[in-house]
């Protein structure tokens, strides 16, 4: 694999058509790292906001995308534990969007056999938040009520499916009824059409009047405000994104009396940071998977055509996973 491989290289922020595919040259792994000819790559909506400079990328050109799933096809100097053919996922290291890639050891995680390559790319980043909601943002205990925007999305049917196995009660919104059948599928009780229901009514009576436990809310702009009124006095409400724009400032008399909530706006990339809590992490995606956790692919696009999966997303085209594969697969 020396020599060119395809990336997908981002040279100035913006639009999905800064999105080009480039043959760039790969250097033999460095101390530390392995060299992985990759399978399958997780499209998140962490990767819009790198190339559209919602987030600030710390150099350009950069190639963007934090999870994916390959071979190994290569050791660096003292890497233990790992194997060259063996099959791996990771996540949290940028730079996915090429064929191959090199990559710390550390964040490469083997794959039991009975978990699929496409399982495994779709999840992994997505479990990794979910075990930081629920067991480090606010533990959910057995008959919570919890709220999930975009229920149907990636990471919307992964919370879920872990909320619902934790014991907990969800409702959630969705832009469809095929949406809202899809997350009634995979464990919601109640799925809200948010273009034809109010959604804070909606939490409210699901639980009994008081206001749900916990929401999650990725969509941010004016959606995040009213996503405090579904929760109950000191339940919490947790921004993890802006699909729908940025939320507008949250001062502390927005959530002191009288909603008297807690507000947490936690980074899964910071997180990961902490190798320690990014191996428990995916410890814990692998449980679930193993423990009957369905991944919903719900379309694929090859490497050459990232700019149209950035669009799908964006544009709500889609439910579930999205993934690219390199041109070989």
């Given amino acids: 694999m020396d020599g060119l491989i395809e990336q997908v290289v981002v040279r100035r922020q913006g639009g999905p058509e800064e999105l080009k595919l480039e043959s760039l040259a790969l250097a033999p792994p460095a101390e530390g790292q392995v060299r992985i000819r990759q399978l399958a790559i997780g499209v998140n909506f962490l990767d819009v906001y790198h190339r559209s400079g919602t987030y600030p990328l710390p150099r350009l050109p950069a190639v963007i995308g934090a999870e994916g799933v390959g071979i190994v096809e290569a050791l660096g100097p ?13 996540a949290g290291q940028p730079g996915a969007y090429a064929a191959a890639r090199n990559l710390r050891a550390e ?13 495994a790319a779709g999840a992994l980043l997505r479990g990794i938040t979910a075990h930081m909601l629920f067991a480090h943002v606010r533990p959910l205990r057995a008959g919570d009520t919890v709220l999930v925007h975009a229920a149907a999305g990636g990471l919307g049917l992964v919370l879920v499916q872990w909320a619902k196995a934790q014991g907990a009660r969800v409702i959630g919104t969705a832009g469809s009824r ?3 059948e899809l997350a009634l599928a995979h464990g919601a009780e109640r799925v809200v059409l948010y273009r034809e229901e109010d959604f804070v009514a909606a939490s409210r009576e699901f639980s009994g009047g008081r206001g749900v436990d916990i929401a999650i809310d990725g969509i941010g702009g004016p959606t995040l405000l009213r996503s405090f009124d579904a929760v109950r006095p000191y339940g919490m409400a947790a921004s993890i994104g802006q699909a729908g724009g940025m939320p507008a400032p949250v001062d502390l008399m927005q959530i002191g009396a009288p ?4 507000f947490s706006r936690p980074s899964v990339m910071r997180f990961m940071a902490d190798p320690a809590l990014y191996r428990e992490g995916a410890q814990a995606t692998l449980t679930r998977l193993a423990a ?9 696009f090859p490497l050459a055509e990232a700019a149209e999966a950035h669009r799908a997303l964006e544009e709500g085209w889609t439910a579930g996973a999205v993934l690219l594969r390199p041109a070989c697969f």
Avoid: F, M, S
């Avoid at 003292?78 to 990771?90: E, M, N, P, T």
């Fill in 78 to 90: 003292g890497v233990d534990g790992l194997q060259i053919g063996q099959r791996i996922a990771y």
């Fill in 259 to 262: 909603r008297a909530i807690a």
């Fill in 107 to 119: 964040y490469a995680v083997a794959l039991p056999e009975a978990v699929p390559t496409e399982a």
């Fill in 292 to 300: 009957g956790l369905q991944v919903h692919i719900g379309a694929e």
């Fill in 178 to 180: 095929a949406k809202a």
